[in-house]
C-alpha cells in the first residue's frame, strides 16, 4: 500500500519558480522509481519528468528541458520538481507518479492526488 501525498504548487506570475514535493510512505522509498505528470485544462495527461531508484538518471519531456530539475531526497522519502522560467502553458494538475522502475509513457502503477499549478501572464 503504497501512498504518495503532494504539496506545493499554486499561482505564480510568468518567468517565476515553483517546487512541488511528493513524500512517499508504505514502501522503502529507495526501491521506487519516481516521475511526475500534468493535465492541463481540456487537455490529455502528459509525461513531465522521471527519476531513477538511485537519482543517477533522469528523464525529461522537451517541452520542460532546461526549466524542470527533478530531485530526491531518499532519506525523507521525497521527490521534488523544481520549475524555473514557467510559462502560462505550464498551467496544469500535477501528478506524482511511483514505481519499480522507470515506466514508458503512464504506466506506473501509484499516483499522488494532484496539484494545481497556475501560471499568470
Known amino acids: 500500500q503504497v501512498q504518495l501525498v503532494q504539496s506545493g504548487g499554486g499561482l505564480v506570475q510568468a518567468g517565476g519558480s515553483l517546487r512541488l514535493s511528493c513524500v512517499v510512505s508504505?514502501?522503502?522509498?529507495?526501491?521506487?522509481?519516481m516521475g511526475w505528470f500534468r493535465r492541463a485544462p481540456g487537455k490529455g495527461r502528459v509525461f513531465v519528468a522521471a527519476?531513477?531508484?538511485?537519482?543517477?538518471?533522469?528523464y525529461y519531456a522537451e517541452s520542460v528541458k532546461g526549466r524542470c530539475t527533478i530531485s530526491r531526497d531518499n532519506a525523507n522519502n521525497t521527490v521534488y520538481l523544481h520549475m524555473n522560467s514557467l510559462k502560462p502553458e505550464d498551467t496544469a494538475v500535477y501528478f506524482c507518479?511511483?514505481?519499480?522502475?522507470?515506466?514508458?509513457?503512464?504506466?506506473?502503477?501509484?499516483w499522488g492526488q494532484g496539484t494545481q499549478v497556475t501560471v499568470s501572464s
Open positions: 507518479v511511483a514505481d519499480r522502475a522507470v515506466r514508458t509513457w503512464d504506466e506506473w502503477d501509484y
Open positions: 527519476i531513477t531508484r538511485s537519482g543517477g538518471n533522469t
Open positions: 508504505g514502501r522503502t522509498f529507495s526501491d521506487y522509481a
